[in-house]
């Protein structure tokens, strides 16, 4: 545990340099973040169902800042509630995937795909990414 909360504290102090480098200004300036949307940072390793049930604590959009420990790099993921699923399904979940998988699972022509967690509404993930 010791390990898993320097993990999370590097985490920390490391997206709070990000978002005020001039790369993070521009990543969040293409994919129209908007200013005050809540920020969740969440390890690689992170479940998703964790991270979901950490971001439906704000309103939406919510973006999961994803650390990945072993580079000290981010990926982000953006999560907001939709009411159609994107290409007509939706995706249903392991207990156990990992934040990691599912951004590296993410559809490589539209980074967007649709989850289906079981909640009143299908949630639309998408990979942030610099223009």
Known sequence: MADDAAQRAAAARALGRFVTSAEGRRLFQANQYVDGSQLV?????DRVVEVLNRARRYPPPVTAAVYYPETGQFRF???EPTSAPEAGESDKLGSEISIGMLIDAAQPATNRFTIDNGWAMPILAHELSAV
Do not use: D, I
């Open 41 to 45: 940072v969440a390890l690689e390793s």
């Open 77 to 79: 993921m953006g999560f």
